[in-house]
């Protein structure tokens, strides 16, 4: 976790990290194909209590590699069970993980069953036009 920079401020710390597994292969298309593997669990802060999240993390991702984005067709923008990765002489391992794994996290990440933490419980405050409503029957 470390060495991904663009995700240190989700993290309650920047320690542990991501186990991971690439893998390449042709598709049934015959075209080349990535599989990524992530698992691990990520130190978030719940967003309700505030308190540490082990966020369990696990992401499978098939990504088509593609010459040009001119190949591309309406049907393969369509189709969900791959994303497309240009193909490049040389491929940033770590910023593809770093990109699945920002891509796999909670937009606002909480606990299943926590409450408020104790500061957030603020007494009831009257309303100030509840006395101008006092005012407005004695005249």
């Keep these: 976790m470390a060495d991904m920079p663009r995700v240190h401020d989700l ?3 920047v320690s542990g990290g991501v186990h991971y597994r690439l893998k390449g292969r042709v ?3 015959g075209k080349a194909q990535l599989q990524l593997q992530l698992d691990g669990f990520i130190p978030l802060r719940c967003q309700r209590c505030m ?37 490049e002489k040389k491929l940033d391992v770590l ?32 309303s100030p036009f509840a006395v101008l409503a006092g005012l407005k029957g004695k005249a």
């Excluded at 999240?53 to 067709?73: I, Q």
């Design 11 to 13: 993290l309650t710390e």
């Design 51 to 87: 308190e540490r999240l082990d966020f369990p993390l696990h992401v499978e991702s098939t990504l088509e590699l593609l010459e040009s984005e001119a190949d591309l067709t309406q049907e393969d923008l369509e189709d969900d069970s791959r994303d497309f990765l240009p193909a």
């Design 95 to 126: 910023a593809l993980i770093e990109d699945e794994v920002i891509l796999g996290l909670p937009v606002v990440p909480r606990h299943d069953g926590c409450s408020l933490p104790a500061g957030g419980e603020q007494s009831v405050k009257e």
């Design 27 to 29: 598709g049934a298309l």
